[in-house]
């Protein structure tokens, strides 16, 4: 597939936690536009031209017809989170100058008003300060559209405000039995689950669950799937810890061989849910590279049983 050549920043931006800016989520340090707190970061964005390349695109030079036409604006918040989800990389810490920080990145939405926004932390939803910061400008700007991704494992009084602000919800899963999510995230399924289904039945919130396939948790993802399935999921993401090769020996015969029960059930359920994942006719799930290829789901396999463009293989 031919690359698309574009002046990446003048669609999307990406805010690190740290302030810096880059043109997309990847943050690849050679497209890094400079930092929140800079000057003249405004100069930085609309004149940088960065030399990059990835999967779907390549940048190319500034032109004078060029215009900035931000669609999606990507920002991470503190690290702050209740949970303890054993692939997290993440330390917990806060943003140092919490206040001045949310007011450079208010100055961002300001000049380049993006149509969407995105929000990760660290768990936003436990942020009170990141949360009411969201909550003032979903007011002043009622038509910029929310997302969030999210463990969602919080107390009732937070979801009744999450609805009010978010259009679109990822949801993050890391286990399906009560237990195996305790042990893995620290957090309480039920807890999930209730307010998952609650904004399902009350919202019009799109909600997407996402996966994240490990070892630890590996049998239950049929059952995440079978779940999603019949949850009205807007999109399901069955992703994977991006170590998983590093942490396990994939090519030895106890992996092969846990793959292939894996697969065998979740083929069984593509099968036994496979009108109902045509009738989406649109991208509604969405496999890593690593599970597509030990769960041999390959473009063979999307194409052979009517799933082209539905089933897409990401990262
Ligand atoms: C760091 S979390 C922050 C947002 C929120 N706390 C959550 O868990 O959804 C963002 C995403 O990274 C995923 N994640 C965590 N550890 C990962 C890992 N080792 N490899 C790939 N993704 C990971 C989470 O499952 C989540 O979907
Ligand atoms: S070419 Fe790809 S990786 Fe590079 S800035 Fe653009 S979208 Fe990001
Ligand atoms: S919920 Fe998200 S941020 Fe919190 S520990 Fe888990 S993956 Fe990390």
Redesign the pocket.
Known sequence: MSKSERVCQFYKLSIRKDGDVFPCCLGLPSSRLGNIFDEDIFNKIETANIDCECSLYKTRPILSEDKMDLKRLHIMFS?E?Q?R?I????QKEKMPREKEHLEKILEIIKRYNPRYITV?????LIQAKTLDWIENIKQEYPDIIFD?????CVNEKTIKRAEKIFDEI???I?GFTPYTYSKIMGLDFNVTMRNYEYLLKNTNIKMRP?Y?L?PANIYEAPLFFEWALNHKSEKI?L?????FEQCCNLKDEYWVKTFEQVEYEMKKLLEKYKEHIISQNRHFISFHPINAKMLKIDDDYIKANGFKDIIKITS
């Open positions: 690290h989170c949970a989800c692939c997290c990389k993440q990760l932390g660290g768990e936003v969030i991704v999210t463990n969602l990822t949801v993050s890391l996402k994240l490990m993401y992703h994977n810890i991006r170590e």
